[in-house]
Structures are given as C-alpha cells and as structure tokens.
C-alpha cells in the first residue's frame, strides 16, 4: 500500500506543478492554476497516509519515486524518451529510496 501511496503522491505532485508550468511557460490559461492547487493540496495529503515514524523519512524515500514518475512524465506526456543517464540516475534513487525505507534501524 505504502508504494501506491508513494505512487499516488508523485502522480498528484508532477500533474500541480505542471499545471503551473503550463500557465508560466506555455502561455495557458490562468483557469490552469485551479487543478493544480488541488493536485498540491492531494500529493501533501497523500504523503501523510504514508507509515513512518518521521515525516522527514517518508518525504525522503518518496524523492526516489518522485523521479522515476517525472522521468514517466517526461516520456508519456513530454514524448521525450528517457536516455540512459536518466535511466541509471533514477535507478540509483529508487535504491537509495529502497535503502532508506527498508534499511534496518536501531530500536
């Protein structure tokens, strides 16, 4: 569940921000701004549905994801292909994400 969430988040987060970009860069419709601050205000409830003892962790751990889904974005609603660099940048943030969610802890 924690992944869907994380998921979720970063899906919620990359739609509101560029929704933004659309308004700032591509010249669109300030009316752009009204989705995107509902899909800021779901990706801050989202991570907060996430288990963890410190918020600082969950955020942490959910960068990781983020990345992987903005370089998803850039290909499915950019059609720009991820090259390899992008492909093995994001494949060491999901391990250093991986690494900070399931790493064992001092009780």
Do not use: H, K, N
Not at 60 to 89: F, K, M, Q
Request: hydrophobic share 65%; charged share 10%.
């Amino acid at each position: 569940m924690t992944i869907a969430i994380y998921i979720a988040a970063a899906l919620a987060e990359i739609a509101g921000c560029f929704a933004f970009w659309a308004w700032l860069r591509l010249d669109r419709s300030p009316l752009w701004l009204v989705p995107g601050v509902v899909s800021l205000v779901l990706f801050a409830w989202l991570l907060t549905l996430i288990d963890a003892p410190a918020a600082g962790r969950a955020y942490a751990t959910y960068g990781g994801i983020y990345i992987v889904a903005s370089l998803a974005w850039l290909w499915a609603a950019e059609g720009l292909r991820p090259d390899r660099w992008d492909v093995a940048g994001a494949a060491i943030c999901l391990a250093g994400a991986a690494l900070i969610l399931i790493g064992p802890r001092a009780a």
